[in-house]
């Protein structure tokens, strides 16, 4: 299994989630993308990126208005 960071602190909806999707191509099943943002909308943005795309959100969290993701890649 490999992690891989995304940092997408400073953007704005929807550029996290897209670069998100681009890093995921790059997994393979099993892998886990650690994403930090700092869109308040991302919340959302993560939690509908995984049920349209079938990966896992393993977890999130926010503390001093830095979002945190970690997404499992799907098989």
């Known amino acids: 299994m ?3 960071q995304l940092d ?3 953007l704005r909806c929807p550029l996290p989630v897209l670069k ?11 892998d886990v993308l650690e ?9 959302a943005d993560f ?3 995984c049920e349209t ?3 896992r959100l393993l977890g999130q969290e926010s ?4 979002y945190s993701f970690r997404i ?4």
């Open 35 to 43: 994403i930090e943002s700092t869109d308040p909308g991302s919340v």
């Open 2 to 4: 490999t992690t891989k």
């Open 8 to 10: 997408a602190k400073g």
């Open 72 to 75: 499992e890649k799907s098989g």
């Open 53 to 55: 795309t079938g990966h």
């Open 20 to 30: 998100a999707r681009r890093a995921m191509k790059e997994l393979t099943p099993g």
């Open 63 to 66: 503390a001093e208005g830095i």
């Open 47 to 49: 939690a509908n990126f």
